[in-house]
């Protein structure tokens, strides 16, 4: 008597977003199944990939993902490298040195940068904010703008500042908004209530719903997402059918396990490597959970996902 | 469909005779409905009940023992299939992989790599609990017992990867009493994988070409007697052995197919070939997706401290938060003399908090007292991070061993400053920030 | 004359312009010659936006007017005069365009004429966000130029966005005031047409942020009634053009209000006569329902959380008022709008300079306020915030509710100047800012007079206590139409749902049906939802279709069925945050109660922390449930197992805690006096055989009943 195999199907689907504009565009979403399950249904968009750069440079970076960048000076040259890196989808433009507790650099010159990194690539363009949400609600809707005609992914909308950002991304200039919530489905649907009664088509949203590193509260990540796309696909709930981008190497590499030097842990070995394997199990974890697109810094890292990508399509 | 514990009761001999170790039959019965006890414990149930409650009342997955002593594990015992829905029960379990095919000098490199990775995480030891040693199909039973004699030096208990039943036999004669798996049975061997696990008394692994091959030998195997299995899901690729891990899963939670109700098999050194990034990547996503023991090439530091931490997050209880141990945690260098700053036990605060502390550069040091493992506003309101616990805590344990009096609450809990100014004579309270993204700035500023 | 002639009138006599401007436009330069407004991919933004129709040539133009007319229709109804309006509003957007004619630049500064796109995209933003709370149109010249300059910079003042047509641009410009896009004073033009350039802005943007498609008319008045929190204020005197224009602005869902007398025809809401001009902000903000956010409250001392905890001790203390010694009270009353003031503070006795230091004092403060989704059922909700509000006041402590509060100011905060009136500043600027959503206007008086503090306390509050109190009483499951959904819990235990009903608060005990309510008109997409009982299944069960259907959906499907009054059959589920845990006791034929705080055993022989772990993270357990303290004591406590009556154990602590109210219901509904002492606790069993023998012996009522199972 052969195994009785019982495909589970859904009637409901993942919204497909397209980011980008012309020759070069990527589309997430789309699946009527739990992540990998190709033998559900076939994958209709496989995940896709984003390179994180940040307009404070390579400085933040591990020696590794700097001898990759090696040569690159400007922003655009930067932006060139990561969008060469094998694997990659997308880049994604971290404009951390907003944060008015750090740099705290001006808009103007946070909009050159977006501007210069924006004229380098032609591929699509994710930026995400310095997450301080007052200033992400001056900064975002201004790179909405310089960005018109892009359909880039503008990260992050959040409650607190869901209308500047909302309102500026996804009515007034036009591209798709990524909505960020920390880590609660009711939070992350609220969000994509309160986003679509400003008028910002539900077809043009992206969910950021919050991210960990591995070993660091990830339960919720995971259950999370499980509940999500449970509730997207098993109950048809619209307002949680949007795909889901994380940003994995923003959390990862600013933990104690990457960040930690070999003189001060010899026997944990090299810090490059441990970088790695935390971005590289974190966002295969998010992908097995459901991530839609994941935002990587090492080019081992997005090398070696893509391939884990392709291998489970 | 599982009973519940009414339904349970019901049939119970209602005598509170306390044999069973419970006070009453309803606490015995609440424990049997909720997978905690079996009802075989009770002594006095009747044949009839027995029978008809064993069977509803065992679990879609079967509970499978390997190892002996500090090296026993528990594998399967699952009963959903995400972990909102309940628990996981059983953690994968994570085995380097030895094989006769590989030299003296490679064989005694990762033996000696294995005990290397070893250290704790929020009061769980974090370790390469098994060794896998794999026969090739040129190896003879000296040489694979050599080699089996060989791992078992390590005291980890051992997956036996052999489909030679002569073979595998010899090799069990060395190590059997450490109750290895003895992972080889497939459709053509299994009647006499079966007499050696048996015999043994071991646990036997399971596999087949494809999903139907596996089923059937599991009910043959089943027919044979034997419900001490596991599953080997590995398949001819990744996607192959993804799909199988999963149906497999799902066939016993979802479906109540109980011929596919036990734990699992990865073979990650067959699909990963070497590529150690991406056998990484595999070993997360297994860890997530219904693996219960994965076999690796090796585990580094680099590799088990994301991983170990992502299993022991994925196997938390939901209900049950992670805690971390009260103490005075110093960091950046702090001595008595660095200002204290205190927050809740909940792991997931503690990490955040500690993290950003970290970053701040400002030696300190972090109190942490048993707040009942929740965040700040949650413990508060329960009052079990009150300004009794945190004072008394200080009292008794920070004040002989801190000289500095000065104490950062959460901003959350501002409301507590009067009275642990109160309760706590001659310390100056400061209200921290509201949020843990804050601290950096705030300690900054404070220096300042 | 009615103010239907007045519009048609005015209407006729634009129309009758802009036939000449097109005719002698087309003499002049051919019907093929280009029109249109620069920088924008709109064309003629107001007539594309209502029509779908592009113009680009004199000859299209001339077409358009044709379709304008159609427009004007003469019945004498109210649609007609609106549509009069829009007619003139789309004339007056054709006399402008000419005016752009051959690239001309008709407006110099500081007039803008047409704005470009980009700039409404620019403005729609904080449009959207509130950021910009209105835009003010304001035509005409203002009685004076103080009057208007006034008026312009009252607007500036709370971020509103100023448009000025007319003579008040002379005004603005001679009082040297600085206008432009960057300060939000914009003057468009000085031709009464130009006020279309406001217009085209407010259409524009329901094109672009209200995704409204050109043509479809009636979702544009729609958008711009519901989105665009524009108004008109009109100065003495109007002329028919002007009350055209006025149509068409009502009919977009723009209130206008003016100081002419003569010859007007009020339309409440809309069409608004206030003679004094300094007036016309307020009056404006209430027609067009704009509420602007306070970001600063004007306080010598700080308002932060950070001084939540803060305790003024006696020799820190400037003075202290204390309900339990003197008369005080604090107090929501909700009024109608036109008794409020709002931000008016009023302080009825003497300040603090007058008070003896140390002294011990009366106060009262009643906080009024309106709003059209304010309820009497949320005063209580607004008053239980005072206490946070006024702790978070630096060097000011708070403690009590209702007439027994206590206040302590400081030393210190009293030597930078803190006064009464102060407490007034915070409690206005919080409430209003907190529950926006129901406060439209507030208005705080404070008495520190004894007599009237005396007065007060005993002939305002306390009545109002009472009346509250026996409101809570006498809200039954059945005198209410809609329960509360709660899924705050949802975060660590993803599948429960609380269903909050009149008489079974929340199982954590935090959250009764009047929060329930509160919580949901406050944060409509928030944890609590409305769920409707049209549907019952089972009445004494409390199983209701719309309950299933709620749960489902708020459990992501991972429940199904709920019953309200059992905890045999579907019992609610249980998060975690339970206050009290009932179990079926089987040889009572009762339950028991175990109690967060108990850490004994139980009759059951499970301790409450076992009981917890199977009845926790929104699973449903038969047999057991978890629930809030006050929950012992209502009517519908497992009503389909009989209710109170099978309680057959408690921690003491707890029994003591409820017997007054739980001996009032068995009163009650069945008759028993001083049940609780039928009631076992730990002091008198810890197992089933003792207290079966227990309850023998007082008769317990439970084992008499109906098996429970």
Same mark, same amino acid.
């Given at each position: 008597?052969?195994?009785?195999?019982?495909?589970?199907?859904?009637?409901a689907?993942?919204?497909?977003?397209?980011?980008?504009?012309?020759d070069?565009?990527?589309?997430?979403?789309?699946?009527?199944?739990f992540?990998?399950?190709?033998?559900d249904?076939?994958?209709?968009?496989?995940?896709?990939?984003?390179?994180?750069?940040?307009?404070?440079?390579?400085?933040?970076?591990?020696e590794?993902v700097?001898a990759?960048?090696?040569g690159a000076t400007?922003?655009?040259?930067?932006?060139?490298?990561a969008?060469?890196?094998?694997?990659?989808?997308?880049?994604?433009?971290?404009?951390?040195g907003g944060?008015?507790?750090?740099a705290n650099?001006?808009?103007? +010159? /946070?909009i050159?940068? !977006?501007? &210069? =990194?924006?004229g380098?690539?032609?591929c699509?363009?994710?930026?995400?904010?310095c997450? $301080?949400?007052e200033?992400?609600? +001056? /900064?975002?809707?201004? !790179?909405? &703008? =310089?960005l018109?005609?892009r359909n880039?992914?503008l990260l992050?909308e959040?409650e607190? $500042?869901?209308?500047?950002?909302?309102a500026?991304?996804?009515?007034?200039y036009?591209?798709?908004?990524?909505?960020?919530?920390a880590v609660?489905?009711?939070?992350?649907?609220?969000?994509?209530?309160?986003t679509?009664?400003?008028?910002?088509?539900?077809?043009k949203i992206?969910?950021?719903?919050?991210?960990?590193?591995?070993?660091?509260?990830?339960e919720y990540?995971?259950s999370?997402m499980?509940?999500?796309?449970?509730a997207?696909l098993?109950?048809s709930?619209?307002?949680l059918q949007?795909?889901i981008?994380t940003?994995?190497?923003?959390?990862?590499?600013?933990v104690?396990?990457?960040?930690?030097?070999?003189a001060?842990?010899?026997?944990?070995?090299?810090?490059d490597?441990?970088?790695?394997?935390?971005?590289v199990?974190?966002?295969?974890?998010?992908?097995a959970?459901?991530?839609?697109?994941?935002?990587?810094?090492?080019?081992?890292?997005v090398?070696t996902?893509?391939?884990?990508?392709?291998?489970?399509? | 469909?599982?009973l519940?514990?009414?339904q349970?009761?019901?049939?119970?001999?209602?005598?509170?005779?306390k044999?069973c170790?419970?006070?009453?039959?309803?606490?015995?019965?609440m424990?049997?409905?909720?997978?905690?006890?079996?009802?075989?414990q009770?002594?006095?149930?009747?044949d009839?009940?027995?029978?008809?409650?064993?069977?509803?009342?065992?679990p879609p997955?079967?509970?499978?023992k390997?190892?002996?002593g500090?090296?026993?594990?528990?594998l399967?015992?699952?009963?959903?299939?995400f972990?909102?829905?309940?628990?996981?029960?059983?953690?994968p379990?994570?085995?380097?992989?030895?094989c006769?095919?590989m030299?003296?000098?490679?064989?005694d490199?990762k033996?000696?790599?294995?005990?290397?990775?070893?250290?704790?995480?929020?009061?769980?030891r974090?370790h390469?609990?098994?060794v896998?040693?794999n026969?090739?199909?040129d190896a003879?039973?000296a040489?694979?017992?050599?080699?089996?004699?060989?791992?078992?030096?390590?005291?980890r208990?051992?997956v036996?990867?052999?489909?030679?039943?002569?073979i595998?036999?010899a090799?069990?004669?060395?190590?059997?009493?450490?109750?290895?798996?003895?992972?080889?049975?497939?459709?053509?061997?299994?009647?006499?994988?079966?007499?050696?696990?048996?015999?043994?008394g071991v646990?036997?692994g399971?596999?087949?070409?494809?999903?139907?091959?596996?089923?059937?030998?599991v009910?043959?195997l089943?027919?044979?007697?034997?419900?001490n299995?596991?599953?080997?899901?590995?398949?001819?690729d990744?996607?192959?052995t993804?799909a199988?891990?999963v149906?497999?899963r799902?066939?016993?939670l979802?479906?109540?197919d109980?011929?596919?109700?036990y734990p699992?098999?990865?073979?990650?050194?067959?699909?990963?070939?070497?590529?150690?990034?991406?056998?990484?990547?595999?070993?997360?996503v297994f860890?997530?997706?219904?693996g219960?023991?994965?076999v690796?090439e090796?585990?580094?530091?680099?590799?088990?401290?994301?991983?170990?931490?992502?299993?022991?997050n994925?196997?938390?209880?939901?209900q049950?938060?992670m805690?971390?141990?009260?103490?005075?945690?110093?960091?950046?260098?702090?001595?008595?003399?660095s200002?204290?700053?205190t927050?809740?036990?909940?792991?997931?605060?503690?990490?955040?908090?500690?993290?950003?502390?970290?970053?701040s550069?400002?030696?300190?040091?972090?109190?942490?007292?048993?707040?009942?493992?929740?965040?700040?506003?949650?413990?508060?309101?329960?009052g079990k991070?009150?300004?009794?616990?945190i004072?008394?805590?200080?009292?008794?344990?920070?004040?002989?061993?801190?000289?500095?009096?000065?104490l950062?609450i959460?901003?959350?809990?501002?409301?507590?400053?009067?009275?642990?100014e109160?309760?706590?004579p001659?310390?100056?309270i400061?209200?921290?920030?509201r949020?843990?993204?804050?601290?950096?700035?705030f300690?900054k500023?404070m220096?300042? | 004359?009615?103010?239907?002639?007045?519009?048609?009138?005015?209407?006729?006599a634009?129309?009758?312009?802009t036939?000449?401007?097109?005719?002698?436009?087309?003499?002049?330069y051919?019907e093929?010659?280009?029109v249109?407004?620069?920088?924008?991919?709109?064309s003629?933004?107001?007539?594309?936006?209502?029509t779908?129709t592009?113009?680009?040539t004199l000859k299209?133009?001339k077409?358009?007017?044709?379709v304008?007319?159609?427009?004007?229709t003469?019945?004498?109804r109210?649609?007609?005069?609106?549509?009069?309006?829009?007619?003139?509003a789309?004339?007056?957007?054709?006399?402008?365009?000419?005016?752009?004619?051959?690239?001309?630049?008709p407006?110099e500064?500081?007039?803008y004429?047409?704005?470009?796109?980009a700039v409404?995209?620019?403005?729609?933003?904080p449009?959207?966000?509130?950021?910009?709370?209105g835009?003010?149109?304001?035509?005409?010249a203002?009685?004076?130029?103080?009057?208007g300059?006034?008026?312009?910079k009252?607007?500036?003042a709370?971020?509103i966005?100023?448009t000025?047509?007319g003579?008040?641009?002379?005004?603005?410009?001679?009082a040297g005031?600085?206008?432009?896009a960057?300060?939000?004073?914009?003057?468009?033009?000085?031709d009464v047409?130009a006020?279309?350039?406001?217009v085209?802005?407010?259409?524009?943007?329901?094109l672009?942020?209200g995704n409204v498609?050109?043509?479809?008319a009636?979702?544009?008045?729609?958008?711009?009634?519901d989105?665009v929190p524009?108004?008109?204020n009109?100065?003495?005197?109007l002329d028919?053009v002007?009350?055209?224009?006025?149509?068409?602005a009502?009919?977009?869902g723009?209130p206008?209000v003016?100081?002419?007398?003569?010859?007007?025809?009020?339309?409440p809401?809309?069409?608004?006569?206030?003679?004094?001009?300094?007036?016309?902000n307020?009056t404006?903000?209430?027609?067009?329902?704009i509420k602007i956010?306070?970001?600063n409250?004007?306080?010598?001392v700080?308002?932060?959380?950070?001084?939540?905890?803060?305790i003024?001790r006696?020799?820190d203390m400037?003075?202290?008022?204390?309900?339990?010694r003197v008369d005080c009270?604090?107090?929501?009353?909700?009024?109608?709008?036109?008794?409020?003031e709002?931000?008016?503070?009023t302080?009825v006795?003497?300040?603090v300079?007058d008070?003896?230091l140390?002294?011990?004092?009366?106060?009262?403060?009643?906080v009024?306020?309106?709003g059209?989704?304010?309820?009497?059922d949320f005063?209580?909700v607004?008053e239980?915030?005072?206490?946070?509000y006024?702790n978070c006041?630096e060097?000011?402590y708070h403690?009590?509710?209702r007439?027994?509060?206590?206040?302590?100011i400081?030393i210190?905060?009293?030597?930078?100047?803190?006064?009464?009136?102060?407490?007034?500043?915070v409690?206005y600027?919080?409430?209003?800012?907190e529950f926006?959503a129901?406060?439209?206007?507030?208005?705080?008086?404070?008495y520190?007079?004894?007599?009237?503090?005396?007065?007060i306390?005993?002939?305002v509050?306390?009545?109002?206590?009472?009346?509250?109190?026996?409101?809570l009483?006498?809200l039954?499951?059945?005198s209410?139409?809609?329960?509360?959904?709660?899924i705050?819990c949802?975060a660590?235990?993803p599948?429960?749902?609380c269903?909050?009903?009149?008489?079974?608060?929340?199982?954590?005990?935090?959250?009764?049906?009047?929060?329930?309510?509160?919580?949901?008109q406050l944060?409509?997409?928030g944890?609590c939802?409305?769920?409707?009982?049209?549907?019952?299944?089972?009445?004494?069960?409390?199983?209701?279709?719309?309950?299933?259907?709620?749960?489902?959906?708020f459990?992501?499907?991972?429940?199904e069925?709920?019953?309200?009054?059992?905890?045999?059959?579907?019992?609610?589920?249980s998060?975690?945050?339970?206050?009290?845990?009932c179990?079926?006791?089987?040889?009572?034929?009762?339950?028991?109660?175990?109690?967060?705080?108990?850490?004994?055993?139980?009759p059951?022989?499970?301790?409450?922390?076992?009981?917890?772990?199977?009845?926790g993270?929104?699973?449903?357990?038969?047999?057991f449930?978890?629930?809030?303290?006050h929950?012992i004591?209502?009517?519908k406590?497992?009503?389909?197992?009989?209710g109170?009556?099978r309680i057959?154990w408690?921690?003491?602590?707890?029994?003591?805690?409820?017997?007054?109210r739980?001996?009032?219901?068995?009163?009650?509904l069945?008759?028993?006096?001083?049940?609780?002492?039928?009631?076992?606790?730990?002091?008198?069993?810890e197992d089933?055989?003792t207290?079966?023998?227990?309850?023998?012996e007082?008769?317990?009522?439970?084992?008499?009943?109906?098996?429970?199972?």
């Amino acid at each position: 008597m052969p195994f009785n195999q019982k495909p589970q199907k859904f009637n409901a689907k993942i919204n497909a977003v397209t980011i980008g504009s012309g020759d070069k565009t990527v589309t997430i979403g789309g699946e009527n199944s739990f992540p990998f399950y190709t033998f559900d249904a076939p994958t209709e968009n496989t995940a896709k990939i984003g390179v994180e750069i940040s307009d404070l440079g390579l400085d933040e970076f591990s020696e590794g993902v700097k001898a990759y960048y090696e040569g690159a000076t400007t922003m655009a040259e930067i932006a060139q490298k990561a969008a060469a890196i094998e694997g990659a989808d997308f880049v994604a433009l971290i404009l951390d040195g907003g944060d008015p507790n750090g740099a705290n650099k001006s808009i103007e +010159e /946070l909009i050159e940068v !977006v501007k &210069e =990194v924006a004229g380098a690539i032609d591929c699509p363009l994710v930026v995400e904010g310095c997450k $301080n949400v007052e200033k992400d609600a +001056e /900064l975002l809707p201004k !790179v909405a &703008e =310089v960005l018109q005609g892009r359909n880039a992914l503008l990260l992050s909308e959040k409650e607190e $500042n869901y209308k500047a950002i909302g309102a500026a991304a996804g009515l007034a200039y036009n591209q798709i908004v990524g909505a960020e919530s920390a880590v609660d489905i009711n939070l992350a649907k609220q969000l994509n209530v309160v986003t679509t009664q400003l008028g910002v088509d539900a077809k043009k949203i992206v969910m950021n719903i919050g991210s960990a590193a591995a070993g660091y509260g990830y339960e919720y990540v995971v259950s999370t997402m499980d509940r999500i796309k449970g509730a997207a696909l098993g109950q048809s709930d619209n307002m949680l059918q949007m795909p889901i981008i994380t940003p994995v190497s923003a959390e990862t590499w600013a933990v104690k396990e990457a960040t930690a030097s070999e003189a001060d842990m010899p026997e944990w070995g090299s810090a490059d490597e441990r970088g790695i394997d935390m971005e590289v199990m974190t966002a295969a974890a998010d992908l097995a959970a459901g991530s839609d697109a994941v935002i990587l810094r090492h080019p081992e890292s997005v090398k070696t996902i893509s391939k884990l990508i392709k291998a489970l399509a | 469909m599982a009973l519940n514990g009414i339904q349970i009761f019901k049939l119970t001999p209602k005598k509170n005779c306390k044999e069973c170790g419970c006070p009453t039959c309803m606490a015995f019965s609440m424990k049997v409905a909720q997978g905690a006890m079996q009802i075989e414990q009770c002594p006095h149930m009747s044949d009839e009940a027995l029978a008809s409650l064993s069977e509803a009342t065992a679990p879609p997955m079967k509970t499978i023992k390997i190892g002996t002593g500090d090296a026993e594990f528990t594998l399967g015992g699952e009963t959903v299939l995400f972990r909102h829905e309940k628990t996981f029960v059983s953690k994968p379990r994570y085995a380097v992989s030895l094989c006769t095919c590989m030299d003296d000098a490679e064989v005694d490199a990762k033996l000696a790599a294995i005990p290397h990775v070893d250290y704790d995480r929020i009061g769980e030891r974090m370790h390469v609990e098994l060794v896998y040693v794999n026969c090739s199909a040129d190896a003879d039973a000296a040489k694979y017992t050599a080699l089996v004699e060989k791992a078992k030096g390590l005291g980890r208990t051992l997956v036996l990867g052999c489909t030679d039943p002569e073979i595998a036999k010899a090799a069990l004669e060395v190590c059997k009493d450490g109750k290895p798996v003895l992972n080889g049975a497939n459709a053509d061997n299994y009647e006499a994988m079966n007499a050696v696990a048996t015999e043994a008394g071991v646990v036997l692994g399971v596999s087949g070409k494809d999903l139907n091959e596996l089923y059937d030998t599991v009910a043959a195997l089943e027919k044979l007697g034997n419900k001490n299995l596991v599953l080997d899901t590995t398949g001819a690729d990744i996607k192959e052995t993804f799909a199988n891990t999963v149906q497999v899963r799902r066939a016993a939670l979802k479906d109540q197919d109980r011929t596919f109700g036990y734990p699992s098999i990865v073979n990650l050194v067959k699909l990963a070939k070497g590529d150690y990034h991406l056998q990484a990547a595999l070993a997360s996503v297994f860890t997530m997706k219904y693996g219960s023991i994965i076999v690796m090439e090796q585990m580094t530091y680099a590799e088990a401290l994301p991983l170990f931490g992502l299993r022991q997050n994925v196997y938390t209880d939901p209900q049950k938060p992670m805690k971390v141990e009260p103490g005075i945690y110093p960091l950046n260098g702090a001595d008595e003399n660095s200002l204290v700053v205190t927050t809740v036990d909940f792991a997931l605060t503690y990490f955040v908090v500690s993290g950003e502390l970290e970053r701040s550069g400002v030696p300190l040091n972090l109190v942490i007292n048993d707040a009942g493992g929740l965040s700040v506003l949650t413990s508060w309101a329960a009052g079990k991070f009150s300004s009794t616990s945190i004072s008394e805590y200080i009292k008794e344990e920070v004040e002989p061993k801190v000289k500095c009096r000065k104490l950062v609450i959460p901003g959350k809990v501002a409301v507590l400053k009067g009275d642990l100014e109160a309760k706590l004579p001659g310390w100056e309270i400061i209200v921290g920030p509201r949020e843990a993204v804050q601290l950096v700035k705030f300690l900054k500023d404070m220096q300042a | 004359m009615t103010l239907f002639d007045r519009v048609f009138g005015g209407n006729d006599a634009v129309y009758g312009l802009t036939e000449g401007a097109i005719d002698g436009a087309i003499a002049q330069y051919g019907e093929d010659k280009a029109v249109s407004f620069p920088n924008t991919a709109y064309s003629l933004p107001c007539y594309y936006a209502v029509t779908g129709t592009k113009v680009t040539t004199l000859k299209e133009l001339k077409e358009a007017l044709g379709v304008v007319k159609t427009l004007m229709t003469r019945e004498k109804r109210l649609n007609d005069a609106f549509m009069s309006g829009v007619a003139t509003a789309l004339c007056a957007e054709f006399i402008e365009v000419l005016k752009y004619i051959d690239g001309a630049t008709p407006y110099e500064e500081p007039c803008y004429g047409h704005l470009a796109d980009a700039v409404i995209r620019e403005l729609g933003v904080p449009l959207v966000t509130g950021d910009i709370p209105g835009v003010a149109v304001i035509l005409g010249a203002a009685p004076t130029t103080e009057e208007g300059v006034a008026l312009v910079k009252s607007y500036q003042a709370q971020g509103i966005l100023v448009t000025l047509v007319g003579g008040i641009i002379d005004q603005v410009a001679e009082a040297g005031m600085k206008t432009g896009a960057n300060v939000r004073v914009i003057p468009l033009g000085k031709d009464v047409t130009a006020v279309i350039h406001v217009v085209s802005v407010a259409l524009r943007a329901a094109l672009i942020f209200g995704n409204v498609k050109p043509g479809d008319a009636g979702t544009l008045m729609k958008y711009t009634m519901d989105r665009v929190p524009a108004f008109v204020n009109a100065f003495k005197p109007l002329d028919d053009v002007i009350v055209a224009c006025g149509a068409g602005a009502i009919a977009l869902g723009f209130p206008v209000v003016t100081n002419e007398t003569e010859n007007i025809f009020r339309v409440p809401k809309s069409l608004i006569v206030q003679e004094d001009v300094s007036k016309f902000n307020a009056t404006s903000l209430e027609a067009r329902d704009i509420k602007i956010k306070i970001t600063n409250i004007d306080i010598p001392v700080a308002f932060a959380s950070a001084f939540e905890g803060e305790i003024i001790r006696r020799k820190d203390m400037q003075v202290e008022f204390d309900g339990s010694r003197v008369d005080c009270a604090e107090l929501v009353q909700t009024c109608d709008a036109s008794e409020i003031e709002d931000h008016k503070i009023t302080v009825v006795g003497p300040e603090v300079d007058d008070m003896e230091l140390g002294s011990k004092n009366s106060i009262a403060y009643v906080v009024k306020v309106a709003g059209k989704n304010m309820q009497a059922d949320f005063e209580p909700v607004i008053e239980r915030k005072f206490h946070n509000y006024i702790n978070c006041i630096e060097g000011v402590y708070h403690t009590g509710q209702r007439d027994m509060q206590r206040i302590r100011i400081s030393i210190e905060a009293f030597n930078a100047g803190f006064k009464i009136k102060h407490i007034g500043e915070v409690l206005y600027a919080s409430v209003k800012n907190e529950f926006d959503a129901v406060v439209d206007k507030c208005e705080v008086v404070i008495y520190t007079d004894p007599a009237e503090c005396t007065r007060i306390r005993h002939e305002v509050a306390i009545p109002t206590f009472d009346k509250r109190d026996e409101r809570l009483d006498t809200l039954t499951d059945e005198s209410v139409d809609v329960y509360y959904s709660c899924i705050l819990c949802q975060a660590f235990s993803p599948s429960h749902v609380c269903v909050v009903t009149p008489e079974r608060l929340g199982l954590c005990g935090a959250v009764s049906w009047l929060d329930a309510k509160a919580t949901h008109q406050l944060d409509p997409n928030g944890p609590c939802q409305i769920i409707t009982k049209e549907r019952p299944i089972d009445e004494n069960l409390g199983s209701y279709e719309d309950v299933d259907e709620a749960v489902q959906k708020f459990s992501q499907g991972a429940l199904e069925h709920v019953t309200l009054y059992s905890i045999m059959q579907d019992p609610m589920t249980s998060c975690g945050c339970f206050e009290c845990i009932c179990g079926i006791e089987p040889f009572s034929n009762g339950v028991v109660i175990a109690n967060r705080e108990y850490a004994g055993m139980t009759p059951l022989g499970m301790t409450f922390p076992e009981m917890a772990s199977m009845t926790g993270g929104g699973v449903q357990t038969p047999g057991f449930m978890g629930h809030g303290k006050h929950f012992i004591s209502s009517k519908k406590f497992m009503k389909a197992e009989g209710g109170i009556e099978r309680i057959v154990w408690m921690p003491k602590e707890l029994k003591e805690f409820v017997a007054e109210r739980l001996n009032k219901t068995a009163q009650e509904l069945y008759g028993i006096e001083n049940f609780t002492d039928m009631i076992g606790d730990e002091t008198v069993a810890e197992d089933p055989e003792t207290l079966v023998a227990f309850l023998t012996e007082k008769g317990h009522p439970a084992l008499g009943m109906d098996p429970m199972m």
